[in-house]
């Protein structure tokens, strides 16, 4: 009886599997037409993206849950987009990063990810549109803000496009399966700090921390080197076959890095956004308090306030600010128009889709 029952269920999928594979290449066949329609303009639609995800995931009756729904159909919007022209995107480097792993969260496995030596580099690709798109680190949950990212949107012409949160889990590595002997550990200087705790414990003072410019590098170094371990993540364990000596050694455990999406476009509203501006301020008492005042009386709720030195002059600082709504909305208009009399400068870099998680 259990063996008919089972090739009920088998029998039913199999002819499921035959109407998914039908309907996939239907909805291919229109996104092709489309994409044939607008002549070769933009592709990607990050708020048509978005907007198709959370509706899919509100219509979501189980038993999969709503981020395993959402990675779904993100690569089936990933290989339809392909079938127009595949999107090229420029990460942080080498394989195996969490920026890379962030870029395939947001575009999809269809899109190709291209690894850059800096976050600079990463920068210059994509304003010289030698690629399409880049996704840049911009804060952590535990160590705040990467302040590489923040000082090239400055003076970049690129705009904000989108956003992607993604739960960061260190593991510490190594080429050999135990710790005995580890003289050096090589990590990014955010995993260090982030598994600061866990180091002092685990490991004796003599073991020096070595700083490099990512996770992944790190996990390469530990495979050419015997006495040696790296603080990454999966991907780079498989990529570069380490051994997972210790996992999830991150101080916090709702470890979370939040990275940017950069690119040439204007995003439309979706009624779930963000805005994101750079402005300036007189150094003197309360400037900071009235720059604010026009977010606070148009009631715009403000997600991020973050201070970086100007490079202009000595103590003049710029102020990273996040606001929730479109530039478009009538509120996060007036806030802006507010700002820019009291401010000799305000630069919007993008309002864009809260992230889908």
Not at 35 to 45: A, N, S, V
Not at 137 to 143: H, Y
Not at 227 to 250: D, P
Not at 352 to 357: G, T
């Amino acid at each position: 009886m259990s063996e008919e029952l089972l090739k009920q269920h088998r029998d039913a999928i199999d002819a499921i599997d035959v109407q998914v594979l039908k309907l996939l290449n239907e909805r291919a066949s229109h996104a092709r037409e489309i994409g044939e329609i607008k002549g070769g303009g933009i592709i990607y639609r990050p708020e048509r993206e978005a907007q198709v995800l959370r509706r899919i995931q509100a219509l979501n009756p189980g038993p999969l849950p709503d981020e395993s729904v959402a990675r779904l159909f993100r690569e089936i919007m990933s290989e339809c987009l392909a079938l127009e022209k595949p999107l090229s995107i420029a990460y942080l480097g080498p394989e195996g990063t969490f920026t890379q792993l962030a870029a395939t969260k947001h575009f999809g496995h269809a899109a190709r990810t291209v690894a850059c030596a800096s976050i600079d580099e990463a920068f210059r690709l994509v304003e010289s549109r030698a690629l399409d798109y880049l996704v840049a680190p911009v804060e952590n949950s535990t160590e705040g803000a990467v302040g590489r990212t923040l000082d090239l949107m400055v003076s970049s012409p690129l705009k904000i496009c989108g956003e992607v949160v993604l739960r960061v889990h260190h593991h510490l590595l190594r080429a050999r399966p135990d710790a005995d002997g580890v003289r050096r550990v090589y990590a990014h200087a955010q995993a260090l700090a982030q598994c600061h705790e866990w180091l002092n414990k685990n490991l004796p003072d003599t073991v020096e921390r070595v700083s490099v410019a990512s996770n992944a590098e790190a996990a390469r170094l530990a495979s050419e080197d015997a006495s040696a371990a790296a603080i990454a993540g999966q991907a780079a364990a498989e990529r570069y076959s380490l051994h997972k000596v210790a996992e999830n050694i991150e101080d916090e455990p709702n470890n979370t890095t939040r990275f940017l999406v950069l690119g040439h476009q204007d995003v439309g509203s979706t009624g779930q956004d963000k805005t994101s501006i750079i402005v300036s301020a007189p150094n003197r008492p309360g400037a900071v308090h009235s720059l604010l005042a026009p977010v606070a009386d148009n009631g715009v709720s403000m997600t991020k306030f973050e201070s970086r030195p100007s490079r202009a002059g000595l103590w003049d600082y710029v102020f990273f600010i996040d606001m929730e709504g479109h530039r478009n909305d009538p509120n996060i208009e007036q806030a802006l128009a507010g700002l820019a009399e009291r401010t000799s400068f305000v630069k919007v870099l993008g309002s864009y889709p809260q992230a889908v998680l």
